[in-house]
């Protein structure tokens, strides 16, 4: 994998932010229940390379289906900037929603379609 450019990010009032080695080229909207219901459009990076730079004591915890993923979203403002969860081979991965990091403009994306709703 090409070494990624560090970009950060966060809730909307500013209490959480976080830097993380995003792929603004490799990004996915996912149509299950949960991500369209937040607009995520999501980068996933290897939870060690994720870095929470403040904001951990301001975040609520939301689980549901399988219990796997951690959403995390900030008790202020309530906009979730990222998950925890680990991938199909076990690693520990970090789920960014890529509409919290600065300078991305949504429009310039192109997410590939992950039909989650279906699995
Ligand atoms: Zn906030």
Request: glycine share 10%; with cysteine.
């Amino acid at each position: 994998m090409a070494e990624q450019e560090m970009h950060e990010g966060g809730c909307h009032c500013g209490a959480v932010t976080y830097r993380a080695p995003v792929n603004l080229e490799a990004v996915m909207e996912c149509n299950c229940s949960h991500c369209q219901a937040k607009g995520f459009i999501l980068s996933f990076v290897p939870r060690e390379q994720f870095e929470l730079v403040s904001g951990e004591d301001n975040l609520t915890e939301y689980r549901f289906n399988t219990h796997k993923l951690a959403h995390l979203f900030c008790k202020t403002c309530g906009v979730q900037p990222f998950a925890y969860g680990t991938g199909p081979d076990g690693t520990e991965m970090a789920a960014v929603n890529v509409r919290t990091t600065t300078g991305v403009e949504p429009g310039d994306l192109k997410p590939q379609h992950v039909d989650g709703r279906n699995f």
